[in-house]
């Protein structure tokens, strides 16, 4: 990039959004030579406690990429392993039994003439097994108390993908230690204005003064203190589809007895999901609801029945959640990223992936900068498609459920009218397989034919396909299946085995 392009960068707000951006940026544009000072302005750190963090898989690619030790960052940030999600009473019990089903970050193609997901449909195993235990390595696992790591795994590789459960606020500590070491410059300041010439911000002025630059990224999370003053009405609701406006967080001990899990659990209450959350030292739990039909103190009184009385609270907040997107997400001299950009509820875990999306595809935009708007409408035209992407995925989890025992699951099928492309792949999906060519055009960044289906069969959503597989060629299949599930029992490790090695390397 030539120095004339950009020299100062400056990121007001840390957090997740602040501080990945910081480390990525230096990284990509500071390698060899320093082409431009990066600077975070953060208010200074009052030891807020994070209500915890999630990941999806591909997070791993980012903290490999900016040289960070595994080892070392899960140590840090309190973290364990996450294999996937569990879902739980999303739909009607059948037989007085809890409706759950699993969403794992892997399937298994053991070799055949037909993909394995056909292979179970057209073998009819749904009678004997879960679509993703009939698929997924991920979903034994966590029977078995394996993650997927095994005792000489690399930084960041395993048997199969995996994710992440972490501490955010412990996160951005560890980024911004590692940040600073390797060159950004760390104000502590707190940002009270911008100045703002033809659609340009020129500085911002903070209790510290003012400090100048040339391009500026507003990680000032929902506020978007920067990007509104370049452009009002920049905002785009997804509170139609998506109603679940507010949450209340709850930090607890561990029960008694209870190893941390290596999977998320989200259970459908009455206005919305709970989440919970392992980390080593705590869990974090929530409850994402709708505020049109229950009030936060209900919320909190709801979800403290859910974790039930015996459960030893540290911490309870209520959160209020803007659920969209912005319209243009650079605009002028300034880019939105995080919070600030645009929020889909946390069902999924997206949050620091739409961060590491928004910040490398920004660096791959800004380094052809040259004043035009191409780059510019470029980046906002995949970054509104990358959400409106995710509000789909979203949105299918809700309106498959046949819920109907509360006002909010009543509604819930109806949410598909505002999402015309899922709208007319459910019919399709009744019919035949979801595959990948299904997806062609998209803007999926993440979640794809293999993610689909989790949700389509675990929601009881399923296909028939209407040709013949002998029944030797179906049991061929899944017999190597089973040789894959042996293999992995023996190579990977019990997760709370993992974890105190981990720790036990920190300690030495």
């Given at each position: 990039?030539?120095?004339?392009?950009?020299?100062?960068?400056?990121?007001?707000?840390?957090?997740?959004?602040?501080?990945?951006?910081?480390?990525?940026?230096?990284?990509?544009?500071?390698?060899?030579?320093?082409?431009?000072?990066?600077?975070?302005?953060?208010?200074?750190?009052?030891?807020?406690?994070?209500?915890?963090?999630?990941?999806?898989?591909?997070?791993?690619?980012?903290?490999?990429?900016?040289?960070?030790?595994?080892?070392?960052?899960?140590?840090?940030?309190?973290?364990?392993?996450?294999?996937?999600?569990?879902?739980?009473n999303w739909m009607k019990p059948v037989a007085g039994k809890t409706h759950e089903y699993f969403h794992p970050f892997d399937q298994q193609q053991?070799?055949?003439?037909?993909?394995?997901?056909?292979?179970?449909?057209?073998?009819?195993?749904?009678?004997?097994?879960?679509?993703?235990?009939?698929?997924?390595?991920?979903?034994?696992?966590?029977?078995?108390?394996?993650?997927?790591?095994?005792?000489?795994?690399?930084?960041?590789?395993?048997?199969?993908?995996?994710?992440?459960?972490?501490?955010?606020?412990?996160?951005?500590?560890?980024?911004?230690?590692?940040?600073?070491?390797?060159?950004?410059?760390?104000?502590?300041?707190?940002?009270?204005?911008?100045?703002?010439?033809?659609?340009?911000?020129?500085?911002?002025?903070?209790?510290?003064?003012?400090?100048?630059?040339?391009?500026?990224?507003?990680?000032?999370?929902?506020?978007?203190?920067?990007?509104?003053?370049?452009?009002?009405?920049?905002?785009?609701?997804?509170?139609?589809?998506?109603?679940?406006?507010?949450?209340?967080a709850i930090q607890r001990e561990l029960p008694p007895g209870e190893k941390p899990r290596s999977y998320t659990v989200a259970t459908a209450l009455?206005?919305?999901?709970?989440?919970?959350?392992?980390?080593?030292?705590?869990?974090?739990?929530?409850?994402?609801?709708?505020?049109?039909?229950?009030?936060?103190?209900?919320?909190?009184?709801?979800?403290?029945?859910?974790?039930?009385?015996?459960?030893?609270?540290?911490?309870?907040?209520?959160?209020?959640?803007?659920?969209?997107?912005?319209?243009?997400?650079?605009?002028?001299?300034?880019?939105?990223?995080?919070?600030?950009?645009?929020?889909?509820?946390?069902?999924?875990?997206?949050?620091?992936?739409?961060?590491?999306?928004?910040?490398?595809?920004?660096?791959?935009?800004?380094?052809?900068?040259?004043?035009?708007?191409?780059?510019?409408?470029?980046?906002?035209?995949?970054?509104?498609?990358?959400?409106?992407?995710?509000?789909?995925?979203?949105?299918?989890?809700?309106?498959?459920?046949?819920?109907?025992?509360?006002?909010?699951?009543?509604?819930?099928?109806?949410?598909?009218?505002?999402?015309?492309?899922?709208?007319?792949?459910?019919?399709?999906?009744?019919?035949?397989?979801?595959?990948?060519?299904?997806?062609?055009?998209?803007?999926?960044?993440?979640?794809?034919?293999?993610?689909?289906?989790?949700?389509?069969?675990?929601?009881?959503?399923?296909?028939?396909?209407?040709?013949?597989?002998?029944?030797?060629?179906?049991?061929?299949?899944?017999?190597?299946?089973?040789?894959?599930?042996?293999?992995?029992?023996?190579?990977?490790?019990?997760?709370?085995?993992?974890?105190?090695?981990?720790?036990?390397?920190?300690?030495?």
């Open positions: 990039m030539q120095s004339h392009t950009v020299k100062t960068l400056n990121i007001v707000g840390g957090g997740s959004a602040g501080w990945m951006a910081a480390i990525y940026l230096n990284r990509y544009f500071n390698r060899e030579a320093k082409n431009f000072q990066i600077n975070v302005i953060e208010s200074p750190d009052i030891g807020i406690i994070g209500v915890g963090e999630a990941t999806v898989h591909s997070i791993r690619f980012f903290f490999g990429a900016m040289g960070l030790d595994e080892a070392e960052l899960m140590a840090e940030t309190n973290a364990t392993i996450k294999s996937g999600i569990m879902f739980r053991p070799g055949g003439s037909v993909d394995i997901s056909s292979a179970w449909f057209v073998g009819e195993r749904q009678s004997q097994e879960r679509y993703d235990e009939g698929v997924s390595v991920n979903s034994h696992l966590i029977k078995w108390g394996h993650c997927p790591k095994g005792a000489s795994s690399p930084n960041y590789q395993a048997v199969v993908p995996y994710g992440y459960h972490l501490d955010a606020t412990l996160l951005a500590r560890f980024l911004r230690r590692k940040a600073v070491e390797q060159g950004v410059r760390h104000i502590e300041a707190t940002v009270t204005d911008a100045a703002v010439v033809s659609g340009k911000i020129l500085s911002v002025e903070t209790d510290q003064g003012s400090v100048a630059g040339d391009f500026f990224l507003d990680c000032t999370g929902f506020r978007g203190l920067l990007i509104d003053k370049l452009q009002k009405d920049n905002w785009e609701s997804f509170t139609d589809v998506l109603p679940c406006d507010k949450a209340v009455s206005s919305g999901w709970a989440w919970q959350i392992d980390l080593i030292n705590r869990q974090g739990s929530g409850y994402v609801y709708d505020s049109g039909r229950l009030s936060p103190q209900d919320a909190e009184r709801e979800l403290r029945e859910f974790l039930g009385p015996e459960s030893s609270v540290l911490k309870c907040t209520h959160l209020d959640m803007k659920v969209g997107c912005r319209r243009n997400t650079w605009v002028g001299n300034c880019a939105a990223i995080g919070l600030s950009g645009g929020f889909i509820e946390p069902l999924e875990s997206t949050g620091l992936h739409m961060i590491h999306l928004g910040v490398s595809l920004l660096a791959t935009h800004l380094a052809g900068d040259d004043g035009s708007d191409v780059l510019r409408d470029s980046y906002n035209e995949k970054m509104r498609g990358f959400y409106q992407d995710l509000k789909q995925f979203i949105v299918l989890h809700y309106c498959l459920s046949d819920r109907d025992d509360s006002d909010f699951w009543r509604s819930a099928s109806a949410t598909v009218e505002g999402c015309a492309w899922l709208k007319s792949k459910l019919p399709l999906w009744k019919r035949k397989i979801c595959e990948y060519q299904d997806f062609a055009g998209s803007y999926a960044s993440i979640f794809t034919d293999t993610n689909y289906r989790y949700v389509l069969y675990g929601m009881q959503h399923y296909p028939a396909p209407q040709f013949a597989m002998s029944e030797s060629e179906v049991d061929g299949i899944f017999q190597r299946f089973s040789q894959l599930l042996g293999r992995a029992k023996s190579g990977t490790l019990d997760h709370s085995q993992f974890l105190q090695a981990v720790h036990a390397k920190r300690r030495g």
